[in-house]
């Protein structure tokens, strides 16, 4: 995983050493302890980079988390991809992924952790929205003809924050997994005015399906590509 992480940036802009030693070393401590208990300096020690160093390449830790969400962003195409290819069906396809995204925040605290970090901070929340945008507007399209792009671009605003406030919403016994997941869905998929008959199937077949185990398969996949 840190390999493809350091070519997709250098392809953008090359890295020097010192930035690879820094994004391998980030990267680990992100998903082996989690991301709100790592610090530069933990950062510097397993680098062996100097804190002034990084803190000037990377003035805060959220900068390496836009590195990281760049590659957990592939496995949620890599998701799609393969649900399509399944199913043949865009509207399920984009309700599986949201789906296991909010199973995984639910079972992992490390990738709740990542996830509801990544949302809170403007930055990386902005590539998220962009890059929601597109995936949307590539599955939802041939539904919302009259849609452009940056109208896509511009719900997502809106559903970013949604997405944001059900990570924050933890199930218990009153409010199951699959209340929120189905709860979300048809909040979603009524702003894109997807009708109540397509929204209603569109939730039962996900929620006949093990969104849990599909996150967490997702995920440890995800973590075992790391050096």
Request: glycine share 2%; charged share 30%; aromatic share 12%.
């Amino acid at each position: 995983m840190l390999n493809s992480i350091i070519k997709r940036h250098s392809k953008i802009t090359p890295l020097s050493d010192t930035e690879i030693k820094v994004i391998r070393s980030a990267t680990k401590l992100f998903l082996t302890q989690g991301f709100s208990k790592t610090t530069h300096r933990q950062i510097a020690d397993e680098s062996g980079i100097g804190l002034g160093t990084i803190t000037y390449h990377y003035k805060v830790k959220e900068d390496l988390l836009r590195v990281l969400f760049e590659e957990l962003m592939d496995f949620h195409l890599d998701l799609i991809d393969a649900s399509q290819e399944k199913s043949n069906d865009a509207l399920f396809s984009y309700a599986l992924e949201i789906a296991v995204q909010i199973a995984l925040c639910e079972t992992d605290d490390k990738a709740y952790d990542l996830y509801y970090a990544a949302y809170s901070h403007p930055a990386t929340f902005d590539y998220i929205k962009d890059w929601a945008a597109k995936k949307n507007y590539h599955l939802l399209r041939d539904r919302l003809p009259d849609w452009s792009e940056e109208d896509f671009r511009t719900v997502e605003n809106i559903t970013g924050g949604i997405e944001l406030a059900a990570f924050t919403a933890p199930k218990n016994r009153y409010f199951s997994l699959q209340d929120k997941i189905s709860l979300f869905l048809d909040s979603m998929m009524k702003i894109y005015n997807i009708p109540e008959s397509d929204r209603k199937q569109t939730i039962s077949r996900v929620l006949s399906l093990n969104c849990e185990k599909i996150a967490v398969e997702m995920f440890d996949k995800f973590l075992k590509r790391l050096d």
